[in-house]
């Protein structure tokens, strides 16, 4: 079995023979390109005379197929068929992609991990967003291959004369106007197992979860399922859920292809979350498609995305301000006196203490006063 070296070499070399006769002429060439968290993988790039752009196909996945025991013919069948049908017109307008009138309403924006994308983010304007980084590039479209972009570097944005700044919000401004998808996890099975829906007796409906009255863990993204981490950006989508997960809520980074949401309970334990996250990561999202180790809270008072970390110290700060608040309060309210209230039962009790001695200083004067003679009824003196 050959290695990848090997395998390399053999696909460049054969690749032609599999394709149809007007790529007789083509160039076949092997280049190292850095992608996602800095991971450099080998692009196949064939390309023809009369073009002057041509999609890259990387052979890291083709090998791992091999390996697995799959014909090599099959591969190399399969690569030719993914050239084929991305086959770009003839004499690529190139100014679809450096003329700014003509990309800025396909501009789309990407979320990327910023520590892990050092080498990749050296060239390219990027916004940071916590400890991840905002990237942004032109959607060329797409068919049955997939779709195509072209990544925004430092060079071209001085083409469009831009600053990131207003890159990143033309950006957020198509963002909103694409179709940014928030569906619950069992909706989510549902589309991959039933893409014609459910039929009566199917056997497989059973492995569904049951429908939750309020579902546990929704699952944030686009339509494409690629690059859907960057909902995260729009507001709006953001505030919906918000209003509709009543107030804060968790992100649990699933990938940079989609995010997982989840009411906030507080029951969570933020680090059994993230070790839940990094243990996904390492098990099941291919190197280059993972977005981070951490977990993630929206503050609906402040309406931004921040790590949870932060958020708990947040959160700890304006509990500590409602104390402070509440305590001032209690201080500032008038005493009793002040607000006409009774005396206390203190008082009260050393008044009646005095109330014997009062009665007999009234008996006494009572006694030392004068009494006149009692003057006739009106009746006696008519007798």
Same mark, same amino acid.
Request: with cysteine.
């Given at each position: 079995?050959?290695?990848?070296?090997?395998? %390399?070499?053999?696909? =460049?070399?054969?690749?032609? #023979? +599999? @394709?149809?006769? *007007?790529?007789a002429d083509?160039?076949? !060439? /092997?280049?190292?390109?850095?992608?996602?968290?800095?991971?450099?993988?080998?692009?196949?790039?064939?390309?023809?005379?009369?073009?002057?752009i041509?999609?890259n196909?990387y052979?890291e996945?083709?090998f791992a197929?091999?390996?697995?025991?799959?014909?090599l013919?099959d591969?190399?069948?399969h690569i030719?068929?993914?050239?084929v049908n991305h086959?770009?017109?003839?004499?690529f307008?190139v100014s679809?992609i450096?003329d700014?009138?003509?990309?800025k309403?396909?501009?789309?924006? %990407?979320?990327?991990? =910023?520590?892990m994308?050092? #080498? +990749? @983010?050296a060239? *390219?304007?990027?916004?940071?967003?916590? !400890? /991840?980084?905002?990237?942004y590039?032109?959607?060329l479209?797409?068919g049955?291959?997939?779709r195509m972009?072209?990544?925004?570097t430092?060079n071209l944005?001085?083409?469009y004369?831009v600053?990131?700044?207003?890159?990143?919000?033309?950006a957020?401004?198509?963002?909103?106007?694409?179709?940014i998808e928030?569906?619950?996890?069992?909706d989510?099975?549902?589309?991959?197992?039933?893409?014609?829906?459910i039929q009566?007796?199917?056997?497989r409906?059973?492995?569904?979860p049951?429908?939750?009255?309020n579902?546990?863990?929704?699952?944030?993204?686009?339509?494409?399922?690629?690059?859907?981490?960057?909902?995260?950006?729009?507001?709006?989508?953001?505030e919906?859920?918000s209003?509709?997960l009543?107030?804060?809520?968790?992100?649990?980074?699933?990938?940079?292809h989609?995010?997982i949401?989840?009411?906030?309970?507080?029951?969570?334990?933020?680090?059994?979350l993230?070790a839940m996250?990094?243990?996904?990561?390492?098990?099941?999202?291919?190197?280059?498609?993972?977005?981070?180790?951490?977990?993630?809270?929206?503050?609906?008072q402040?309406?931004?995305l921040?790590l949870?970390?932060?958020?708990?110290e947040?959160?700890?700060?304006r509990?500590?301000?409602?104390?402070?608040?509440?305590?001032?309060?209690q201080?500032?309210?008038?005493?009793k006196?002040?607000r006409?209230e009774?005396k206390?039962?203190?008082?009260r009790?050393?008044?009646?203490?005095?109330?014997?001695?009062?009665?007999?200083?009234?008996?006494?004067n009572?006694?030392?006063?004068?009494?006149?003679v009692p003057?006739?009824t009106?009746?006696?003196?008519?007798?």
């Open positions: 079995m050959m290695d990848f070296e090997e395998f %390399k070499a053999s696909v =460049a070399d054969q690749i032609k #023979d +599999y @394709l149809p006769e *007007k790529y083509a160039t076949v !060439d /092997l280049q190292n390109v850095t992608k996602n968290n800095d991971i450099v993988l080998t692009g196949l790039l064939i390309r023809n005379e009369d073009s002057n041509a999609p196909i052979l996945n083709f197929q091999y390996q697995d025991g799959e014909d013919g591969i190399l069948q030719a068929d993914i050239r086959e770009m017109e003839q004499g307008d679809k450096t700014f009138d003509q990309v309403d396909h501009i789309i924006c %990407k979320l990327v991990n =910023a520590e994308n050092a #080498d +990749y @983010l060239d *390219k304007p990027h916004t940071l967003v916590e !400890d /991840l980084a905002v990237v590039a032109v959607d479209g797409g049955e291959g997939g972009s072209a990544p925004i430092n944005m001085e083409q004369g600053t990131t700044q207003e890159l990143h919000d033309i957020l401004q198509n963002l909103s106007e694409s179709q928030f569906k619950t996890m069992r989510v099975l549902v589309d991959m197992m039933f893409p014609d829906g009566e007796g199917d056997p409906a059973f492995m569904l049951p429908e939750e009255e579902p546990s863990m929704y699952v944030l993204s686009n339509a494409d399922k690629l690059n859907g981490a960057a909902a995260l950006l729009d507001a709006k989508t953001m919906d859920i209003e509709k009543g107030g804060d809520f968790v992100v649990l980074p699933s990938s940079i989609e995010t949401v989840l009411p906030l309970n507080e029951d969570m334990d933020r680090h059994t993230e996250v990094q243990d996904v990561n390492a098990g099941q999202v291919a190197p280059e498609e993972r977005l981070s180790d951490h977990v993630y809270m929206y503050d609906s402040e309406k931004e921040v949870a970390d932060k958020m708990e947040r959160q700890q700060q509990t500590e301000a409602q104390k402070d608040a509440k305590e001032a309060e201080a500032d309210k008038p005493g006196a002040e006409g009774k206390p039962e203190r008082e009790v050393s008044m009646k203490e005095k109330l014997p001695e009062k009665k007999a200083e009234v008996a006494k009572e006694a030392s006063r004068e009494h006149p003057s006739k009106k009746e006696t003196a008519l007798g």
